[in-house]
């Protein structure tokens, strides 16, 4: 029996689909499908319901699946526990982060954490995808709102402030907005929910009603760059549109959207020497950053 074809489908059965689990392993979806597909068959059983809604467990392959995440976990606490025994300011770090969190933020301490060690190698993952720390498939992530996973180690980092920006040449063209009239008249960029939670969504839809939404993107950095480009105004994070000179940020009278940092590590890998170095390290950074992260 091959572990990794009995991983490939603990994948599909935790996530439900080809697709998702493909996204989970870096595996192509096809591949996915033929390996599983494969795999059923030198089994002789079906581990899998196939459905338009998705791929469910079959009662035995529940079990099985059962057995397999115990398992792993086993297999992963004790991969932790020697990880966690390593006592030099070497070896690797993996990062997980995402968007202009990981660019604007996170890379920049990353970089003078660095500087400062460089016998350390740091792996950054930017993506929007939440990589499983328990798992093992990052060492520290940093994200906006909360974790699921209950065997971790979380901190709150920083706050950042947003506000409504449009560059000089839209309010040039356009005039500047009417808060009390809804902003009509007016549009504006909304950030797609596929990018994650968007904080400020209650807090726009409320100051500008009756604005047109010209574009939706699933980036910060594109949204920044439409708003600098005229295209319409943007809620952007304060810390990145007040350094914009090409940008004016809105006065609104209304209290600003805030969003939470937070930097989670296992519980078993705290006390690693170089983990435990850059979590210090990017809090007391981040205590630095905090009066241009969320301005009063």
């Not at 870096?26 to 494969?38: A, F, I, N, W």
Request: aromatic share 6%; hydrophobic share 45%.
């Amino acid at each position: 029996m091959d572990w990794d074809d009995l991983k490939l489908a603990l994948a599909v059965a935790r996530h439900g689909s080809l697709s998702a689990a493909a996204r989970s392993t870096g595996v192509s979806q096809p591949t996915v499908g033929r390996r599983l597909e494969s795999f059923e068959r030198k089994m002789g059983v079906s581990l899998f319901d196939r459905s338009t809604e998705g791929l469910k467990p079959t009662t035995l392959g529940a079990a099985l699946f059962d057995g397999l995440s115990m398992m792993e976990e086993g297999a992963l606490s004790i991969e932790r526990r020697i990880a966690s025994r390593d006592t030099g300011l070497e070896g690797a770090i993996v990062v997980t982060s995402l968007d202009w969190l990981a660019d604007f933020l996170t890379v920049p301490i990353i970089a003078r954490f660095a500087a400062q060690h460089p016998l350390v190698s740091i792996e950054m993952l930017n993506e929007t995808r939440v990589f499983n720390l328990s798992r093992h498939e990052a060492d520290i992530a940093f994200r906006f709102g909360k974790f699921e996973q209950e065997d971790l180690i979380v901190r709150k980092v920083a706050e950042v402030s947003y506000g409504l920006y449009a560059s000089h040449d839209y309010l040039e063209r356009v005039g500047h907005p009417d808060i009390a009239a809804g902003c009509a008249g007016h549009s504006i960029i909304m950030l797609h929910e596929a990018a994650g939670r968007v904080c400020y969504r209650d807090w726009l839809a409320a100051l500008a009603p009756r604005a047109h939404t010209l574009l939706r993107t699933n980036s910060v950095q594109s949204h920044i760059a439409a708003t600098e480009a005229g295209i319409a105004m943007g809620v952007l994070p304060r810390y990145i549109a007040d350094q914009k000179q090409t940008l004016m940020r809105i006065e609104t009278h209304q209290p600003e959207p805030v969003q939470t940092i937070q930097m989670g590590v296992h519980a078993d890998m705290r006390d690693n020497p170089r983990i435990r170095a850059l979590l210090d390290f990017a809090a007391r950074e981040f205590k630095l950053l905090a009066p241009v992260l969320s301005p009063g």
